[in-house]
């Protein structure tokens, strides 16, 4: 796929809206790739916006645990490289991306379950629908990523020699 090939999928997909409980009712899936450039909120800690990585979106109804009603879930897998700010050196830090979400669809008006009675592997997310899917894949990339990302060693960044401006602060220390 050349890159204007998937420049062109990265916005098509920022244009997709599915019925998200009917897109559950029947267990339908859609795939694709996005390209890294595309993913405006992760701009501040990326080294560089290099790469595409891979998605999937599943429908699944399933039954509960006691068989007494059907319950609706998006599985959302995201897979491919990114390449973090390590935060001591600045460099660039290759991470595995690597989701696999589980959402449970709350229809619109229905009560949200309750903490203790949550499935422990599905998040509860409001039923759209028109639920666009760029904005869902980008939160739970967001959520995959780590707080502080640091190589296991690094050196902090070298000294500049004196080509950086010189610190306001400084003229403050020679009047003392």
Known sequence: MSRQD???AGNKLAEIFIDSLEFARG?????????VRSLQRLADVLAND????????????????????????????????????????????????????????????MPWPD???????????????EQP?????EDEILLALPISPRHASCTLPEHDDGKAA?????????LK
């Open 6 to 8: 998937m420049k062109q």
């Open 27 to 35: 267990e339908r899936h859609m795939s694709g790739v996005i390209p």
């Open 50 to 109: 290099e790469g595409d990585l891979t998605w999937v979106v599943r429908g699944e109804f399933v039954a509960d645990e006691f068989c007494t009603r059907q319950r609706p879930f998006l599985l959302i897998e995201v897979t491919g490289e990114l390449y973090l700010k390590c935060q001591r050196c600045l460099g660039a830090l290759p991470f595995h991306v690597n989701v696999g979400s589980r959402l449970l669809l709350v229809p619109p008006g």
């Open 115 to 129: 903490e203790d009675l949550q499935d422990d592997q599905a998040d509860p997310i409001e039923a759209l629908i």
């Open 133 to 137: 899917l760029f904005p869902l894949i």
């Open 166 to 174: 010189a610190s306001p602060f400084a003229a403050l220390a020679r």
